[in-house]
């Protein structure tokens, strides 16, 4: 158990729909990490937050993602008008000291 | 950018045979973790290297970080089935930013 929860674990949805994902770590802490992966392949960094502030965006994060962290506890990620390249799997970490990621299971976006 | 290029990309082998997965980089990193991960599941951290030249070693799995600091590889002493699975380098450049490798996907024939 790494102490970070994600729901759904797999969400299929239909070309232009929206779809929202959650991330819960069990306890504070103040560096959560969205990242995407794609199958075989490493994670790609999506985006960062301290606390609830938003610190980077990849360029991979086109207009239709967002990301928020409103009380620096839990976050969600949101992709509008999804498109079959957005399948992927979802992940997201927080990060102890040095630099040391704890992943939840990800979210297996499918789009049909 | 700062890229981790992982190499093999596959590998597929007999139980019982050694195998050695790199990973390469142009560029400095203060720390350098591994982790594994199994289908439909996240990445699970094996071990961090800080210091050039760094040694470690889990059970069957030796982890060396390069003198440099730019470079790294995990040595896996006769391999079981249960060591099969997708094996990721990743890096912290500073910044609060961690880059992962393009992975090395292991499979263990019994």
């Known amino acids: 158990d790494t102490g970070v929860s994600q729901d759904p674990r797999h969400k299929i949805t239909k070309r232009g729909q929206n779809v929202t994902f959650r991330c819960d770590p069990i306890?504070?802490?103040?560096?959560l990490y969205w990242y995407r992966q794609t199958l075989g392949q490493g994670p790609e960094f999506l985006t960062y937050?301290?606390?609830?502030?938003?610190?980077?965006k990849s360029r991979l994060l086109s207009d239709r993602f967002s990301a928020e962290r409103p009380k620096g506890s839990f976050s969600t990620l949101e992709i509008q008008r999804t498109e079959q390249g957005d399948s992927a799997m979802y992940l997201c970490?927080?990060?102890?000291?040095?630099?040391?990621?704890?992943f939840g299971q990800g979210t297996r976006l499918t789009v049909v | 950018t700062q890229l981790l290029e992982q190499s093999p990309q596959f590998l597929s082998i007999q139980e019982g045979e050694n195998l050695t997965v790199y990973c390469n980089s142009s560029?400095?990193?203060?720390?350098l973790q591994w982790y594994r991960q199994e289908p439909g599941e996240g990445p699970v951290l094996l071990v961090t290297?800080?210091?050039?030249?760094e040694v470690k070693k889990l059970k069957r799995l030796t982890f060396q970080f390069g003198d440099a600091r730019k470079d790294s590889s995990l040595h896996i002493t006769a391999a079981q089935p249960g060591d099969t699975g997708l094996y990721l380098c990743?890096?912290?450049?500073?910044?609060?930013?961690?880059?992962f490798g393009t992975g090395t996907k292991l499979q263990v024939i019994p």
């Open positions: 306890s504070e802490h103040n560096r």
């Open positions: 970490a927080i990060l102890r000291t040095p630099a040391e990621a704890f």
């Open positions: 560029s400095v990193f203060s720390s």
């Open positions: 290297v800080v210091t050039g030249g």
């Open positions: 990743a890096g912290d450049g500073g910044y609060q930013k961690v880059t």
């Open positions: 937050f301290q606390n609830e502030a938003q610190l980077e």
